[in-house]
């Protein structure tokens, strides 16, 4: 597509529940990054993708999140039994390549806001 | 710890006024760039240095990196009031390989119209 998409852009969802985000990149771009945003801070890290690959899960918050892409293309960010600390924007990007060593910048989703109640 | 850390965390200008941001990082990189955003969604993509650059121009916009400090400047001349937003430095870590960027905290500027 003309840009990164995610889905949903909004998700109210109660505590323990699980949920599932979606991340659709750009056509073409092998690199797709999340990211993840609490009020007023920067964006932690969670997790990347060259192709279906995940070579660096480190920034995954804790063994309940999980993350995966196939086809090379979507990528969907799974929560399980969600926490009240999970609430943030979760962001994903995409890029031709991996990272910045090609100098290649990210193109960013909208964003998908998370409230767990 | 934060690889890239912007100062000042805020900044108030007078529309017309030059905007200049700060940004420094901990380890060797490739490239340092810098995003843009709105409203607390996605982030735009305004420049990015390499390494080897000592400067860059972008329409508005003037990066200089310091490598020998460790530091980035981001300026913007004849802000807008359009330019109010958070302005984020993001630079790789060689020593992962270059594979991902980290992201400092960011400076909110806000341009008075």
């Known amino acids: 597509g003309a840009g990164v998409s995610q889905s949903p852009s909004n998700k109210v969802t109660e505590k323990g529940k699980d949920v599932e985000l979606r991340c659709d990149p750009i056509s073409g771009h092998t690199a797709l990054y999340w990211y993840r945003q609490s009020l007023g801070q920067g964006l932690e890290f969670l997790i990347y993708f060259q192709g279906n690959s995940a070579p660096d899960k480190s920034g995954l918050p804790s063994d309940r999140f999980s993350a995966e892409r196939t086809g090379g293309s979507v990528s969907t960010l799974t929560i399980q039994r969600t926490q009240q600390e999970d609430s943030a924007v979760y962001l994903c990007?995409?890029?031709?390549?991996?990272?910045?060593?090609?100098?290649?910048?990210?193109?960013f989703g909208s964003g998908t806001r998370l409230t767990v109640v | 710890s934060q690889q890239g850390e912007e100062d000042p965390q805020a900044l108030s200008i007078q529309e017309g006024e030059n905007a200049t941001m700060n940004c420094s990082y901990k380890t060797s990189i490739n490239n340092l760039q810098w995003y843009r955003q709105n409203s607390g969604r996605g982030l735009v993509h305004l420049i990015l240095i390499r390494s080897n650059e000592r400067e860059k121009h972008s329409g508005r916009l003037r990066v200089t990196l310091d490598t020998s400090k460790k530091s980035s400047s981001l300026l913007i001349t004849a802000s807008r009031a359009a330019d109010t937003a958070s302005y984020f430095c993001a630079t790789d870590d060689i020593n992962t390989g270059g594979f991902k960027t980290i992201f400092g905290a960011g400076t909110r500027l806000f341009v008075k119209a």
């Open positions: 990007a995409s890029s031709p390549g991996t990272g910045s060593f090609y100098g290649y910048g990210y193109t």
